[in-house]
């Protein structure tokens, strides 16, 4: 089992920026993919980046490329996003999730919530214009 902990979350003017952390309980860490997720108020939840168990691979939705970097540090059960150059439209909870079957991110489900083991309970993040 895996707890995950989102933090980090705030209020930032558009073209700000934040950093996003997930704490994760337990020792097995470092053999999850991990992921995050956002959704908006009266919209689906959409993937917004994945990394591999080593860092050595990530995935990221076309609408935050070049502006949101994903990090992991495995001895200390975290995960960080930093968000650079903040929009309105990336207003929305964040939420991290763990994957445990696919820590290499193979295949082309990575962007799929179902695949993902754990999830934490987000954190919102408002961007005002």
């Known amino acids: 089992q895996v707890q995950l902990v989102e933090s980090g979350g705030g209020l930032v003017q558009a073209g700000g920026s934040l950093r996003l952390s997930c704490a994760a309980s337990?020792?097995?860490?470092?053999?999850?993919?991990m992921a995050w997720f956002r959704q908006a108020p009266g919209k689906e939840r959409e993937f917004v980046v994945a990394?591999?168990?080593?860092?050595?691979?990530?995935y990221y939705a076309d609408s935050v490329k070049g502006r949101f970097t994903i990090s992991r540090d495995n001895a200390n059960n975290t995960v960080f996003l930093q968000m650079n150059s903040l929009k309105p439209e990336d207003t929305a909870v964040y939420y991290c999730?763990?994957?445990?079957?696919?820590?290499?991110?193979?295949?082309?489900?990575?962007?799929?919530?179902?695949?993902?083991?754990?999830w934490g309970q987000g954190t919102q993040v408002t961007v005002s214009s």
């Open positions: 990394i591999s168990w080593n860092g050595g691979t990530t």
């Open positions: 337990g020792r097995t860490f470092s053999r999850y993919a």
């Open positions: 999730a763990a994957d445990r079957e696919n820590p290499s991110l193979d295949g082309s489900t990575w962007s799929e919530g179902i695949r993902y083991d754990y």
